[in-house]
Every structure is written in structure tokens, then in C-alpha cells.
């Protein structure tokens, strides 16, 4: 059965707060046993709105469902607040959203479907720092969505845009699709996270296409949701991926373990990084595979974690109290990359091995203003910017490196061979 909040007394004209009515409907639903919110061309200003089980909120072709500019607007999950300048920028996220816009918690066969339009309103918490960066004066910023601790859940052909801190963020969750959103944020916004993957299980991502500054989809272990299982069967696939940081990516809020991780047939352009795992906490990183995919990388800004690596896989101790994990049996096949740099594996003794790449391609091409030859090990103790000449492949206590039919070339497109840093 369709539930419509305009019965329950929306107005859908971009200025009413529409939150009690959107809710109303959302509530009724749930009370009847689930049913489908149906929210019909026209833009709906909310403030937080709480999804619960069997509810599917549908947003058709010419909807909008925005949020409000005010904090005061926001539900916040019950944990203390995590706030700083924006030098604490960096370090992991320690508790759960401090605000969120739309919330789900212990919900099954809950969903959310479009094609309609999520807003975060993102512009009204961010400011420009320069032409090339934006953030905010506190951290974390408002989460767009946060499912907590659900099951069987399912994102659909929606598109999410326009948002200050991350976008879609999954906590605890168990059986998740992810299928044909499209997530569209400023490449200069700091934190923008497209898609993540938080002490998760089980979780499908296909067919989505995704633009952020920050990392398009990645895995993490926060500390905030350390009460749930660690990370471990994601499929990502079939994705088109723009990032200013990483496309897709392992860590770095990485407490406890991940594994049985895929990513496969998906083209990643323009990013200031194409794949990472970056280990700086306890957990460990094994059985992961990334196989038939494009990479074009370009140089950013230095506020931007990344030097153009289409490949950066590390593992170094994040502080002197915050020993990190190893990285083990890992395989890249099929992997044609082109940049503004090489591939990087570098770690402390013991935490790199068994890497495989198979029918790799490394090819480096300049197309930007900015300066190369470094490699970006941020964060860690003793991390920055690596200086060092650009190669194809760069390594540095990495163990059970095998290399099969991968081809190495330098700028003036020679054969190259692998280097030892």
C-alpha cells in the first residue's frame, strides 16, 4: 500500500519543513505491517526523518528530498559528539554520526528507491579555504544517511547529492544491496565519502556511478561501531568512479579486521588515486581481490591525501600508542592504469605480503600543473610526502611480491622495471 505524505499535510514547496508529515506517512506504513512513502515531483525540506522495517521510501522522477540548513534540524544518534578544528582532520572517526538526515536503526527490509533526488544541503556547513579546498569549522559534519545495526536492506536508482561530510554510511549492517545510485558531491568538499561500508557483511554494490571529493566506496572498521563484526564479504562491481582522494579504497578507520573483499569491472577517471589500502590500526587485511579495471589518475592539490598512485597499498603504525595491522594475500589482475604516477607498496617490515599482480599495465602520462615525483604515505608516524622520482612501481618492504605479464612504463613511454625504496 502507498502511503503519501501529502495527506499527512505536506506541502512540498521548498520551504515548509515537511519532516512531521514525511514521518507520519513512515510511521503509518510501519504500523500497518510496511507498505511504500511515495513522494511525488516537488521539493520536500526536512529536517531528520527515521526509516523503519518493511518501509520502502520511494522518490519519483522530479522529486527532491532536502535537507534543512540548521544543525538544530538533525537527529543525533545517542554518543558524545566528536568535535575539532579542521587540523583534526585525519584522525579516525571515534564515535557514531553526530548528525544525521536520514536514520535507521535495528530495521529489516527497509528501502530506499528513486530516481528522485536526496540533498544534503551540504553549503551550509562548509566554507571555501582555497581555490581548491572546502571544509567545515567541525568534524564530524552532518552524515546524509547512516544505517545502524539493520538487515536486508536496499538502496535503488536514487541519487544523492550535495553533501558536507559522508554520504551513505553502513554500520553494522548485514545483507545490503547497493544498486544504480548515483552520488554526485563537489570534488572539493573535504569528507565527502560516497559509499561506506562500516563493520559490515555482506554487501552488494553494482551499476552505481559516483563523484566526490574523498573516497568513492570504502571499507572501514570505526571505533564507533567496534560492538559489531568486522567487514568482511563485500562485492563492489560494475562502477564508475571520479575521486580528489582515493575510488576505492580499504581503511584508514581500520580497528578491526577485513576481509573476503571484491572489486571488479569497474573504470575509475580522473582521481588523485584509483586503488588503496591504507592500514594504520590494529586490523589486518587479507583475501581481497581487484580484477578488470581502468584507472586514470592526475595530481591534485596537496590538501588532498594522494599523489596520482593508481595502486597505494601501506601499512605503517598510525601514532606511537597505535601499532597498525598487516596486509596479506591480495591480488590485482587485469588492471590497466595511466597517470601521473606509479603504483606504491610500502610498508614496515612484517605488515606487507603475498601481492600478486596479473596483467597489469602501468603506464605514466602527464596532464596536470602540478608537481610530481612524490608519493603521499599520510597519515602515520613519521608519514608525509615521500619525495622520491616517479617509477611505474615503487616498493619498499613488501614480501611474496609476484609478478606476472605486467608491464611497466616510464614517462617517455620505455619499459621500466620495478624499484626498491
Not at 580499504?250 to 592500514?279: H, K, M
Request: proline share 5%; glycine share 8%.
Amino acid at each position: 500500500m502507498d502511503y503519501d505524505p501529502i495527506h499527512y499535510g505536506a506541502k512540498a514547496d521548498g520551504q515548509t519543513d515537511d519532516a512531521p508529515a514525511i514521518q507520519a506517512a513512515i510511521d503509518a506504513a510501519s504500523g500497518a505491517g510496511g507498505g511504500r512513502v511515495l513522494l511525488h515531483p516537488g521539493t520536500y525540506r526536512s529536517s531528520s526523518l527515521t526509516l523503519k522495517s518493511r518501509v520502502e521510501l520511494h522518490l519519483e522522477n522530479g522529486s527532491t528530498l532536502s535537507a534543512m540548513d540548521r544543525l538544530d534540524a538533525y537527529f543525533r544518534p545517542d554518543q558524545p559528539r566528536t568535535e575539532g578544528p579542521v587540523s583534526s582532520v585525519g584522525t579516525p572517526v571515534t564515535g557514531k554520526p553526530s548528525y544525521v538526515f536520514l536514520y535507521a536503526y535495528d530495521a529489516e527490509f527497509a528501502s530506499v528507491t528513486g530516481p528522485g533526488t536526496i540533498d544534503g544541503c551540504g553549503d551550509a556547513f562548509v566554507h571555501r579555504v582555497s581555490p581548491y579546498y572546502v571544509t567545515g569549522d567541525f568534524y564530524p559534519r552532518p552524515t546524509l544517511i547512516y544505517f545502524e545495526n539493520c538487515r536486508h536492506i536496499t538502496f535503488r536508482d536514487c541519487v544523492l547529492c550535495n553533501v558536507a561530510f559522508w554520504t551513505l554510511h553502513l554500520g553494522g549492517c548485514r545483507d545490503v544491496l547497493i544498486d544504480a545510485i548515483r552520488i554526485l558531491n563537489p570534488l572539493d568538499v573535504a569528507n565527502s565519502d560516497g559509499i561506506d561500508v562500516d563493520h559490515s557483511r555482506y554487501v552488494r554494490i553494482r551499476d552505481c556511478h559516483v563523484e566526490c571529493a574523498d573516497d568513492c566506496i570504502c571499507m572501514k572498521n570505526t571505533m564507533g561501531n567496534r560492538e559489531y563484526p568486522h567487514t568482511k564479504g563485500v562485492l563492489v562491481t560494475g562502477c564508475t568512479l571520479i575521486s580528489t582522494s582515493a575510488a576505492l579504497k580499504i581503511g584508514t578507520e581500520g580497528v578491526d579486521d577485513f576481509e573476503d573483499i571484491q572489486f571488479s569491472d569497474c573504470v575509475i577517471d580522473a582521481s588523485n588515486r584509483g586503488l588503496s589500502i591504507q592500514i594504520r590500526d590494529a586490523g589486518n587485511v587479507r583475501n581481497v581481490s581487484f580484477s578488470n579495471i581502468t584507472i586514470r589518475t592526475r595530481r591534485f592539490a596537496d590538501s588532498w591525501w594522494g599523489c596520482a598512485e593508481p595502486i597505494a597499498v601501506t601499512a605503517v603504525d598510525r601514532d606511537k600508542n597505535t601499532p597498525g595491522g598487516s596486509i596479506q594475500n591480495i591480488r590485482f589482475f587485469n588492471i590497466d592504469c595511466e597517470g601521473e604516477n606509479g603504483a606504491v607498496f610500502y610498508g614496515i617490515p612484517g605488515r606487507i605480503r603475498d601481492i600478486r599482480m596479473e596483467q597489469v599495465r602501468i603506464a605514466l602520462r602527464r596532464t596536470s600543473k602540478w608537481p610530481l615525483h612524490r608519493y603521499d604515505l599520510r597519515p602515520g608516524e613519521g608519514m608525509g610526502l615521500l619525495e622520491h622520482p616517479a617509477t611505474p612501481l615503487l616498493t619498499h618492504e613488501t614480501e611474496n611480491l609476484t609478478l606476472r605479464d605486467v608491464t611497466l612504463l616510464n614517462f617517455e613511454g620505455n619499459l621500466s622495471e620495478p624499484e626498491q625504496f
